[in-house]
């Protein structure tokens, strides 16, 4: 059992290291897979524990894996690919094992899933991908927990989403890649992770035009070769950073940070009485001013990420005032409101809307995360509370989180991770 116990009332001063993208190093592990020959290799790896799910799960399937763990390095060979079966004790771990059928797809001819993991917030269906692989000529079976998707040989065709899914398109860009013809993807994801997928898999050669547009055209070629990419920066990390410096009224420098990649992250942060100092490569975050309340709205980008919705509540806590909060990605991620409570806060929820009545001063209790970034706000919550918060389920935030308490405690926060046997 992991737990994290954070003694608050510390301001936050000083250098924060930004890791790199969960949401871009998982796809680019799967999109590793497509390449037969060579040896990959990815830099500025996050030492998260989906990672760890995303090796094993690479291994499982017959890549040979090293994780240089120091050097943040990711090495795959993927030339022998072994098994389509992606094990449920290891797919169900993370959402990041989605992201390995269209790979096994090309290489095998198949791919079974035998479950789907990640953070639990309701309904995350997956009827885009499946239709997509449909139109490219696949089978998908789906069974109640485990999916079987079959192909002969994939065939570029127009596709489409319903709405634009994130871990969808890129899944689907993968499977065009190598499908002969040409394939359109109407109502693309825009997430920067997104780009970054398709700036690797245009090095391995493949023929991607339109990210950032919404209008992805992929012309299929013969084959994809292993490269070297260094991951884009976190920009959920970031923005958790930057809350932790809003939330305690500090001053950190995030080295690595894009304050393009905020997107109305930024705004709202601004709104609030956050200042931001764009220093080429490193970004100053300051607040020296009482928190004003927000409005949020949660959207696709460049609206405001749906992963920074939990972080951003338990900054509103503090706020001079009522903030409302919309959540319209998921239909079950308000689970934070109930742990905020406890500590002291006053959170309302009617159905995808939550009212924060602030300000209200937070204490340290125990409390529970029920997901990555429902754990990673009570860390926040418990900087800025009196007394010592204690987070069960701790293993949910290093599943995004690398080095989270030596990262704080370099900050001069009391953060520190706990192992123990109950
Ligand atoms: C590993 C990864 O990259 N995870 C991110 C990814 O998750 P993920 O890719 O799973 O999120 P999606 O963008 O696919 O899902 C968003 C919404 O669309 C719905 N939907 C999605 C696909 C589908 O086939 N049918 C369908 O109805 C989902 O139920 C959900 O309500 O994007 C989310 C939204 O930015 C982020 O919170 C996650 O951190
Ligand atoms: C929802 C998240 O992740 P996943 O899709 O991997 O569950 C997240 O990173 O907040």
Known sequence: MIRYRVRGGNALRGTAFIQGAKNAVLPMIGASLLATEG??????????????RAVELAEAVGARVELHEAE?????????????????????????????VPALLHRLGEAVLEGVGGCNLGSRNLDFHYLGYKRLGAIVDEGDTVIRVKAAGLTGAPLY???????????????????????????????????????????????????????????????????????????????????????????????????????????????????????GAVLRVRRDRPLRPINVITDTFPGFATDLQSPIMAVACLADGASYIHERI????????????????????????????????????????????????????GLAAEGDTEISNGYLIDRGHSYLAERMQALGADVRREISSS
């Open 39 to 52: 040896r990959t290799v990815l830099r500025n790896v996050p030492i998260i524990e989906d990672v760890r």
């Open 72 to 100: 943040r390095t990711l090495v795959i060979d993927a030339s022998k690919l072994t098994s389509p079966v992606l094990p449920a004790e290891i797919a169900r771990r993370f959402r990041g094992s989605v992201l390995f």
């Open 161 to 279: 989403l319903d709405t634009p899914s994130h871990t969808g398109t890129e899944n689907l860009i993968m499977a065009a890649s190598l499908a002969p013809g040409t394939t359109v993807i109407e109502n693309a994801a825009l997430e920067p992770e997104v780009l970054d997928v398709i700036e690797m898999l245009t090095k391995m050669g493949a023929r991607i035009r339109g990210g950032g547009t919404g209008f992805i055209t992929v012309e299929g070629v013969d084959e994809l070769r292993a490269v070297e990419h260094r991951v884009m920066p976190d920009r959920l990390d970031a923005g958790v950073f930057a809350m932790a410096a809003a939330i305690t009224g500090g001053e950190v420098h995030l080295v690595g940070a894009n304050l393009d990649h905020l997107g109305v992250v930024r705004w709202k942060l601004e709104q609030m009485g956050v200042e931001f100092e764009d220093q």
């Open 330 to 381: 998921f239909d079950g991620r308000f689970a934070l409101a109930g742990e905020l409570n406890k500590m002291g806060a006053s959170v309302k929820v009617e159905g995808s809307r939550a009212v924060v009545h602030g300000p209200t001063p937070l204490t340290g209790t125990q409390v529970t995360a029920h997901d990555l970034r429902s754990g990673i706000a009570l860390v926040l919550a």
